[in-house]
């Protein structure tokens, strides 16, 4: 498939990093990466407010040991992947952070 055939519902196959040959086609696959990051983000969004109906009072939200598991686990497939793990900490910390006031209003709510 050539790039002139893409579109919405039929975008180019991705391609490598390495591959791309513009400033357009690294966007582009940013773009593409925004797109997947997002629905996944999303869809942890929704277990974490699932995880506030196991909660038995607010103080619990906050579970720092958990934080700093996840982001002990988030270091090491980053750097498996041949990731940089201090961006990927730096992102999963202001999302934990972020997540855990979803997670406080929504324990907040069922109680």
């Given at each position: ?41 999303c869809e942890r969004g929704h277990y974490v407010l699932a995880a506030a109906r196991f909660k038995r009072n ?54």
């Open positions: 498939m050539s790039a002139s055939s893409a579109s919405p519902d039929n975008p180019p196959p991705p391609m490598a990093a390495a591959d791309c040959r513009s400033l357009d086609d690294v966007r582009r696959e940013i773009d593409r990466l925004d797109r997947a990051i997002v629905a996944l983000l607010a103080a619990e939200v906050h579970a720092p040991a958990r934080v700093e598991q996840v982001v002990a686990n988030v270091r090491a497939l980053a750097a498996a992947q041949g990731g940089l793990p201090d961006v990927v900490e730096a992102g999963y910390r202001a999302l934990i952070a972020a997540y855990t006031v979803a997670e406080r209003a929504e324990h907040e709510r069922l109680s």
